[in-house]
């Protein structure tokens, strides 16, 4: 248990005995939004019903009860509310041992007790672009992963990438009518999306392209003929691109799912759902009719007897279902399909499946400009936009360090390209459109990623400038009497945070909890580091600086990893 934890639930024992009554718990015991209330903060409104008195009455009855020998800590009432004034050096001491010992696990917790959670995400199309808004799906579902790995579950990433659709038949359509004699570039997953663009336009108002990619998605179906082994192929190349973007995002599924894999299993499954009547057929067609839960209608076969999307889907579920045997089963997705998966979930508990099923939607990325579309090609591909942001990145980096090799720049610009598109994908919460500028990502101030890492790389400089025995050597004694500045207490204080933040992004599936949670320790310690020496104070001064300041590189290092994002040593 964390030091925090044990402190709150220290307060939370000796108010249920003050009291007489036993309804406190550790997380009752809150930060206040204001320092001047206090470092912790008890709301005494409940209590005051069981004790039948004004929560203005309880507060100060409570306080004339609970002795600051008892709790380890101040007391006082403000109105309805006890506040909790903590010991600054001991605070300090406590957080600086239990980093120290905990070193990467600080701020993880068994609360999960290694409860399977399956997480689906990053459901991109072959044979499409790759693009910005792909990314938020990719490095939600990755940061929810982590999230959750880090709070005690055993989470399995995977991965179900859509091979199979009608966008296909497109795009194959476009290589046979305008590609047949060009060669093929060393990029082949990139250029299919050129090709799906073109695709796209091309069919615009062209019935007879049209007719002739329903023939072509038949035989694809059929699984035979010149379209099948031109899809196998042009398959292949998506794949390779898509596995590509994950060694680069440092992205690992557990399993990787095709939607080609469950169709026809899914029609066997559609069949018997027919025949039990939870499927019935409507003009030709073989819909989920669930009127009666107001979710409408879901179609699974049309009228012409081709597939859609359920078909896959409940075969998928099926699969997972048989392979891993979740408790819980999270479909990373954006929120356009919030419908959909409410009624694919209830198709889901028809057939049986017991185990939690959840959907988490995010809202759209745009550009500066406008919202993005695959089909007018109005996108920054990933491959493009990694490119731009390579070269900005590299630009910078050899203009602040000239005597760097061009590995090093290129090693160090990665981390910091990478870290900017995964920190603008997660910052903000689910529910909120991101506009996504690159060159907004790589500010060194505000906030970024790239402020993040310059902070960490700003307290490693610190100590690697310190000399012995402050420099990065394991000190066996510290004097915690020398850390009495105001801004010290704030530091421990803030990184005494970290575990609660890990809890409640984990409660609400939200990683922006993490990101700004960072930011503000970042800024806690500039804010620290420009008023306090470091490396010029007395040497049992700097000793215990440098022991603190390590402690929050250590917290910063665990916060990005959550977020997959890299720390950088020099910047």
């Not at 007790?113 to 672009?129: G, M, P, R, V």
């Amino acid at each position: 248990m964390n030091s925090i934890y044990k402190i709150k639930n220290k307060i939370a024992e000796e108010v249920n005995r003050a009291s007489g009554k036993k309804i406190i718990v550790a997380d009752d015991i809150i930060f206040p939004p204001n320092n001047n209330f206090g470092d912790l903060s008890l709301s005494c409104f409940d209590l005051a019903k069981e004790m039948k008195l004004s929560p203005v009455e309880t507060a100060c009855r409570l306080v004339g009860k609970i002795k600051p020998t008892d709790v380890g800590c101040g007391v006082k009432a403000a109105g309805p509310y006890l506040n909790f004034i903590l010991n600054k050096i001991g605070l300090v001491k406590d957080v600086i041992n239990e980093i120290e010992k905990n070193k990467d696990d600080y701020g993880t917790n068994n609360d999960g007790k290694k409860q399977k959670i399956l997480i689906e995400y990053s459901n991109a199309n072959t044979h499409k672009e790759y693009h910005v808004g792909h990314l938020r799906n990719i490095c939600y579902g990755d940061t929810i992963n982590r999230i959750l790995l880090a709070n005690g579950y055993k989470a399995i990433p995977v991965s179900y990438i859509n091979d199979f659709g009608i966008h296909i038949a497109k795009t194959i359509w476009a290589l046979e009518n305008f590609y047949k004699k060009e060669k093929t570039p060393i990029d082949k997953g990139y250029f299919l999306g050129k090709v799906y663009v073109r695709a796209a336009k091309e069919m615009s108002d062209n019935e007879e392209a049209k007719e002739a990619v329903g023939t072509i998605m038949k035989q694809i179906e059929s699984r035979q003929g010149v379209e099948y082994k031109l899809w196998q192929k042009t398959r292949k190349w998506s794949i390779d691109g898509f596995a590509k973007i994950y060694k680069e995002l440092g992205i690992k599924f557990d399993h990787i799912f095709y939607e080609s894999e469950f169709i026809d299993e899914g029609l066997d499954i559609v069949s018997k759902l027919y025949k039990k009547e939870i499927l019935v057929k409507s003009q030709g067609a073989i819909i989920a009719d669930l009127e009666k839960e107001k979710l409408g209608v879901l179609m699974f076969i049309r009228s012409d007897g081709t597939a859609l999307y359920p078909v896959a889907d409940i075969a998928l579920a099926e699969g997972k279902k048989k392979k891993y045997k979740p408790s819980k089963s999270i479909y990373i997705v954006d929120i356009r399909q919030g419908q959909y998966f409410k009624q694919l979930f209830s198709v889901l508990e028809k057939l049986g499946h017991k185990e939690d099923l959840i959907h988490l939607g995010y809202d759209f990325v745009k550009l500066p400009d406008g919202m993005m579309s695959s089909r007018t090609g109005n996108v920054i591909t990933y491959k493009e936009l990694h490119e731009q942001a390579m070269k900005k990145a590299k630009g910078e980096t050899k203009k602040r360090h000239k005597d760097w090799s061009d590995k090093k720049i290129t090693q160090t610009a990665e981390k910091i390209v990478i870290g900017a598109i995964k920190f603008e994908m997660i910052k903000v919460g689910a529910d909120k459109t991101i506009t996504f500028d690159i060159n907004q990502a790589l500010r060194f101030d505000g906030f970024t990623a790239a402020y993040l890492q310059y902070t960490y790389a700003r307290i490693n400089s610190i100590i690697q400038k310190a000399n012995p025995p402050a420099g990065g050597q394991k000190i066996k004694k510290i004097d915690y009497s020398n850390l009495n500045h105001e801004k010290e207490g704030e530091l421990a204080l803030k990184m005494f945070k970290y575990p609660i933040a890990v809890k409640r992004a984990n409660k609400d599936y939200d990683p922006s909890e993490i990101a700004k949670y960072l930011f503000e320790l970042a800024q806690t310690f500039n804010d620290y580091y420009h008023d306090v020496s470091v490396l010029k104070a007395k040497e049992e001064i700097k000793i215990a600086r440098l022991a603190l300041i390590k402690s929050v590189n250590q917290t910063i290092k665990n916060g990005l990893k959550i977020l997959g994002i890299e720390v950088v040593k020099e910047m």
